[in-house]
């Protein structure tokens, strides 16, 4: 599958599982210095492979007929700070929630760890700007996942699947605050208690076979 068709794919998925709405959200994918990304003002779910185009890495459009999404210096700027190839931001409802009221998302599951612990929420700067680009890219340092204040969260992993997946966890993770919320006060996993998580799936237990 091209890397177009992955973000059709994908995009695609984002509209089925309620992450994304109208022609919110966008998607990116990277091959060498080359990114595929999801065009502007476009439904995620009504993707044509020719309709996305691809930037150089220095954000010059190389191919396609349409515009790149308004997010792309966002994208951008991730890739040029990490390792990441594929980048899925998304308007999630129980990420944008978490993302109006609180500054962290602290880990009530040890599953946070996948995303690197805490996801902290990025200062709120207008979309499309290098402001907001600079923020997502400090609060998503040593991270695989950050939340965007008033706005959404951005994933990003080694391949589009991966970075996907990033994003349902994420947005799972914040539904059990949310929801958790409405129950009492959920409990946060204290260091010690994420390390021996880590002790453990470094050291995970063998069971004797029966003779």
Known sequence: MSLREQLCEYGRRAVELGL???????????????????????????????????????????????????ETPMHLAVYATTHARAIVHTHSVFGTIVATTMTELPPVHYNALLLGGVVKVAEYATYGTPELAANVRAAMEGKKAALMANHGGVTVGATLEEAFEATRLLEWLCEVYVRGLSVGKPAVLTDEQLNAVIERALNPPTFPRRL
């Open 20 to 70: 994304v709405i109208g022609t919110s959200g966008n998607l990116s994918v990277r091959e060498g210095d080359l990114v595929a990304v999801t065009p502007s003002g476009a439904a995620l779910d009504r993707l044509t492979p020719e309709m996305c185009p691809v930037v150089d890495v220095e954000g010059y459009l190389v191919e396609g007929d349409l515009q790149p999404s308004s």
